[in-house]
């Protein structure tokens, strides 16, 4: 396809779309976090409407009825999960940039068809003979009619022979299983040579997985709620949707056939040119598969880190796990290169996307810090992986079995999409319902959380409040708006919105409130409340006699103020830490409820006990003084002039809630709970520091009746010390035992080492020559395992041309080590490592390995020791 403009990158790209959008009356709104907090549905942001759900559904009201953005999206798992494809093709992607306009409840389907064929003829200059467009065809079961008013105000546009139908799979989008939804029409371009167009109609192409005819945009007409139950609502109002993958329209104006020949990709597939000497040659070999793997994975992982997600063994931080475990294994097997190689791509990314995503760039070292462990921690056991595999491989005629895709993911690491991959370049297939199989039967690793089966919502009374009021008031009158069942784990439990509720629900670390709703003189319990998008939802473990009638909301106000006091000195704590050990520290996660406080913050290094004290000296005198805490509701922009602190990852709207303890040591932007000085909170005890990741820090403390509680009981326990040591100082009396128990081990170890010379002197003695072989096979009493290695070690400076086989009975379990002279390996052929996997070790009913020269092996049935000395001595 012909250029459509040579100029034009993809930042000036993605500047027009914003800039044509807001000369229609939008709102410029900045990309919602790709980490997605308070909706149980969704781990990652997917499509550009999800931070829009609560105004589709009429649950909240937006501040504008016309919005623009460019929002970060990932699609890797679940529904829309593409991560078989990214690289292999040349336009699917894990993160990539959805440029979307949407109208809430305001314009719809004439103006958002007119706007989309304006930008994309009149300011992008597509050529209009390469455009063909879709709509909705209608489903009979469903009782949906083809949409006849999109077809329409196409018509006014197009070429009525390029507008064609499409069925529910293509034409008619859901989020998910439930949800807002709506008929959709697609936008296509067709990027073939002109030859080819002539010769193949390109309308015979279009949905057809053709790499060259592409869809370009989507405009969803969102105007149902799918229930639980399959059937659809109709919405309180008519929305529009659109997405427009940034990816593929630069490909289209930059006149490319691949994304990844795009400046959205070529600066990072140039850099890693530079870091492994190879060449990228755009074909569809391993190789060049391999830098588009890197090209796409790096911005998933790095964007994700930024938002708040480590990478970890389950949910949101499996899945980025996995994603940077196929880059590490496509460049180790493609491009030849065996140490860390990610990392070095992050400053890349951070440079690329510093004016339009500035959190990377803000976050830099700390994210390649994080993913530069993960590439170390994976590169460690992929090479014993891979060959494992090729053993596996070997063994298969066709499939490998579910248990050994389980040992590669449980031993060395392999996600099972890593293992399928491998398996289908090698024409093999894996026994996923076997891999599902051992997963659930591993009895040492927790299980992903049981799904929740949620119910339809039921309304009782619509009528408006004043919804979350529990910042002054504990204690309100009331009414339900609307309730529903859920199920989890075989138990049925109930979550009820409030017009008007004191109850703080889960977010930013605090946990939600607890207390009890007065229905008349039934009282009902709330065991938790917790926000879905932006409602928040009390949960009860059962339902009153009547709903439809006034509620007296009480929080639990005791537990509410311990929790406060755990809050804001969080805060003190926060600001301690920066003033400490540098303002590089940021807030990395945090959990407050009654009883405790976790903060986990970015730090490179082990705090030192000097540290510690001086950041619990910091907090404690901050409480002393009993400085006001100061909270105010400012615009996003004020707020942040001032020097207001905002969390990555997190989703602030235009007014901020701005929590101030004294202007010079903290402001944070927060929506939490806090005490009104600080005074109040009593007490700081910092109980621990610990490593929670790559480059992240934990603190766990308590405050007020539980600091003084811990602080107590550490005094007991000192004095329990000095009474059980019968010592004035113990400290010094401890230390006493240490340096006594330090001599016992080293006498112990020199009779230990006596011991071990008379064993081998009497071993001697036992020689016997078979078939011109020095054969010495014992059962000896020694201490430990480590004992038997040692003596085979020292037999061997008096033997030549030997096999020494002995056995020990050490706490009633049983354990035996193998050792031959080098020579006899080589002239006889004998494997000691192999000797104890296929004869020995089952005799014992244990396991074990080692090298040609020199195994051991563990077990569990001792009565067989003697038969173990037999076995050798008959394999000679």
């Known amino acids: 396809m012909t250029k459509v403009s040579t100029s034009m990158t993809a930042a000036q790209i993605r500047q027009q779309f914003l800039d044509f959008f807001a000369s229609k009356q939008h709102s410029i709104v900045p990309s919602a976090p790709i980490v997605v907090k308070n909706d149980p549905t969704l781990m990652f942001t997917n499509a550009g409407m999800n931070q829009f759900k609560d105004y589709f559904l009429g649950n909240q009201t937006p501040a504008s009825k016309r919005v623009a953005d460019t929002q970060k999206c990932l699609r890797v798992s679940g529904k829309h999960n593409d991560l078989e494809e990214v690289g292999v093709d040349t336009y699917h992607h894990t993160m990539f940039e959805m440029l979307g306009n949407w109208s809430f409840g305001d314009y719809f389907k004439t103006e958002a068809i007119a706007w989309s064929w304006e930008l994309l003829t009149g300011v992008y200059q597509i050529p209009k003979d390469r455009l063909y467009v879709t709509v909705f065809e209608g489903d009979e079961k469903e009782g949906l009619p083809k949409d006849e008013e999109a077809a329409t105000e196409w018509a006014k546009w197009i ?246 895709a389980f040992e590669l993911y449980d031993t060395f690491g392999f996600p099972l999409d890593l293992t399928r991959l491998i398996a289908a370049e090698n024409n093999l297939q894996v026994d996923e319902a076997g891999f599902e199989t051992a997963m659930l039967e591993q009895k040492n690793r927790s299980r992903a959380a049981t799904t929740l089966d949620t119910g339809d919502w039921q309304i009782v009374n619509e009528t408006a409040g004043l919804g979350f009021v529990g910042y002054a008031d504990l204690n309100v009158g009331t009414h339900v708006q609307k309730f ?81 006091y755990n809050h804001t000195a969080t805060h003190l704590l926060h600001a301690a830490l920066r003033q400490v050990l540098g303002t590089h520290v940021a807030q990395k996660g945090s959990l407050v409820n009654d009883e405790y406080l976790r903060f986990d913050f970015s730090h490179f290094s082990k705090m030192t006990d000097e540290e510690i004290r001086s950041v619990e000296k910091i907090v404690n005198d901050k409480i002393r003084e009993n400085i006001p805490v100061i909270i105010e509701s400012l615009p996003k922009e004020e707020a942040l002039t001032r020097g207001a602190m905002a969390l990555f990852g997190e989703k602030y709207g235009d007014v901020v809630r701005v929590v101030t303890i004294d202007p010079n040591y903290s402001v944070e932007l927060c929506g939490g709970t806090h005490v009104m000085h600080t005074g109040m909170i009593g007490l700081f005890a910092l109980a621990s520091e610990s490593a929670v990741a790559a480059g992240v820090r934990r603190i766990e403390a308590y405050t007020g009746p539980a600091a003084f509680r811990y602080f107590s009981e550490s005094l007991e326990n000192i004095k329990e010390i000095g009474n059980l040591l019968k010592a004035k100082d113990p400290i010094k009396a401890v230390d006493k035992l240490l340096t006594e128990n330090a001599q016992l081990k080293k006498h112990i170890e020199m009779l230990e080492a006596r011991q071990l010379v008379a064993v081998r002197n009497e071993l001697l003695q036992k020689d016997e020559i078979i078939n011109g072989i020095n054969f010495i096979g014992d059962i000896v009493e020694v201490g430990n395992a480590d004992a038997l290695k040692k003596l085979c070690f020292d037999l061997k400076n008096h033997l030549n041309d030997f096999v020494v086989v002995l056995a020990a009975n050490i706490d009633g379990k049983p354990f035996v080590a193998v050792s031959i002279a080098d020579n006899v390996v080589a002239a006889k052929g004998l494997d000691a490592g192999a000797i104890i996997k296929q004869h020995l070790a089952p005799i014992i009913k244990g396991g074990g390995g080692g090298q040609k020269n020199l195994a051991t092996a563990g077990g569990q049935d001792a009565s067989n020791l003697a038969q173990v000395i037999n076995i050798v001595k008959e394999l000679l």
């Open 159 to 404: 070429d009525p022979n390029r507008i064609l139908l499409g069925n529910k799979k293509d034409n008619f989008w859901e989020m998910g299983d439930t949800g807002p939804c709506g008929p959709c029409t697609e936008i296509h371009v067709d990027c073939r040579p002109d030859a080819e167009r002539a010769a193949v109609d390109g309308k015979t192409l279009v949905n057809n997985d053709h790499p060259q005819v592409i869809e370009i945009w989507n405009n969803v007409f969102m105007q149902f709620n799918r229930l639980k139950d399959g059937s659809l609502q109709p919405l309180p109002a008519k929305h529009v949707d659109t997405g427009m993958g940034l990816e593929r329209l630069v490909r289209v104006l930059q006149g490319k056939t691949s994304n990844y020949d795009t400046d959205l990709f070529t600066g990072t597939i140039a850099a890693v040119e530079n870091i492994t000497g190879a060449k990228y040659d755009f074909s569809d070999s391993k190789q060049a598969v391999a830098f588009r793997v890197l090209a796409d994975h790096i911005r998933a992982i790095s964007f994700t880190i930024a938002d708040g997600q480590l990478p970890s063994n389950t949910g949101a931080g499996y899945v980025i796990r996995r994603i940077l475990r196929r880059a590490v294994r496509y460049y180790y097997s493609y491009l030849g290169y065996k140490q860390p190689l990610l990392h070095q791509l992050v400053p890349v990314l951070a440079a690329q996307f510093e004016h339009v995503f500035p959190e990377l760039k803000k976050q830099e070292a700390f994210v390649g810090k994080v993913v530069l462990e993960e590439e170390q921690t994976f590169l460690a056991t992929l090479e014993k992986g891979l060959k494992r595999i090729a053993e596996l491989m070997q063994d298969s005629t066709s499939v490998i079995a579910g248990d050994k």
């Open 484 to 564: 529903r069942k859920v199920s989890a784990k075989g138990k049925d439990q109930y979550q009820l919105v409030l017009a008007s509720t004191p109850f703080y629900a889960e977010s930013g670390g605090q946990v939600g409130d607890t207390g009890a709703l007065h229905f008349g003189d039934e009282i009902i319990q709330v065991v938790n409340t917790k926000k879905e998008n932006d409602l928040i939802v009390h949960f009860v473990d059962s339902l009153p006699a009547e709903l439809n009638g006034d509620v007296r909301a009480v929080v639990n106000a005791e537990r509410r103020l311990n929790t406060m």
